[in-house]
């Protein structure tokens, strides 16, 4: 089975720049999405295609991609983004939908 | 405004159905490309996806739990329902209820539901 990998944690301080990669074979033609899940809360969307900001999701969360790997990059860290992210992704044959581990971002 | 919101039983015997509804409002699924998915998640564990329903009745799931899943919808209710057979322990968790958006043809979710936490035990 199609799998995404994650870093099971990023830590950071406040005002730093955190930085989260998913990698996966299928990657390089597939977009990439990534979830922002605070604990007790369900997932939201703050990166879709690859890059793109849903509005009311702050500026200093961006996203981009390199061969089999995206990266989620949240500049100036601040302590409401302690949460987990997950990537997303499709497998082209289904269209079937594919989850990465989480990244438990940890603000110092 | 969309919403989306997951009922059904907190608490399941092993080997029994789980029967989980979404019911859904600031959308409908008669209108061309829209949907419903649901997507799982084991306590202190990962996002699984498991199912989509779209407009046209076409239906995707999981591969590694297909056989053991079915996904309907009743337009006139705003109702999705997903029915998962042979409940096992290991199938503990929260389910989540989203509507999905596109790029291309390949999903991704927009809108949660606040999820329901199935508790599978004798």
């Known amino acids: 089975s199609y799998e995404l990998t994650q870093p099971p944690s990023v830590s950071v301080s406040p005002g730093q720049t955190a930085r989260i990669t998913c990698s996966g074979d299928?990657?390089?033609?597939?977009?990439g999405f990534w979830y922002q899940q605070r604990p007790g809360q369900a997932p939201v969307l703050v990166i879709y295609?690859?890059?793109e900001r849903p509005s009311g999701i702050p500026e200093r969360f961006s996203g981009s991609r390199s061969g089999t790997t995206v990266t989620l990059t949240i500049s100036g860290v601040q302590a409401e983004d302690e949460a987990d992210y997950y990537c997303q992704s499709t497998v082209s044959s289904g269209p079937y939908v594919v989850f990465g581990g989480g990244t438990k971002l940890t603000v110092l | 405004q969309i919403t989306l919101m997951e009922s059904g039983p907190t608490l399941v015997k092993p080997t029994q159905t789980l029967t989980l509804t979404c019911t859904f409002s600031?959308?409908?699924?008669?209108?061309?490309?829209?949907?419903v998915g649901w997507i799982r998640q084991p306590p202190g564990k990962a996002l699984e996806w498991l199912a989509l329903i779209y407009w046209d009745d076409d239906k995707r799931y999981s591969p590694s739990l297909k056989s053991r899943l079915t996904i309907t919808k009743d337009t006139s209710k705003n109702q999705v329902v997903l029915t998962m057979t042979n409940m096992d322990p290991v199938d503990t968790g929260t389910y989540y209820c989203?509507?999905?958006?596109?790029?291309?043809?390949?999903?991704?979710?927009?809108?949660w539901g606040q999820g329901t936490l199935v508790t599978v035990s004798s």
């Open positions: 600031g959308f409908s699924l008669t209108t061309n490309g829209v949907g």
């Open positions: 295609t690859d890059s």
């Open positions: 299928a990657l390089p033609s597939q977009y």
């Open positions: 989203a509507r999905p958006l596109y790029s291309g043809n390949y999903p991704y979710f927009d809108y």
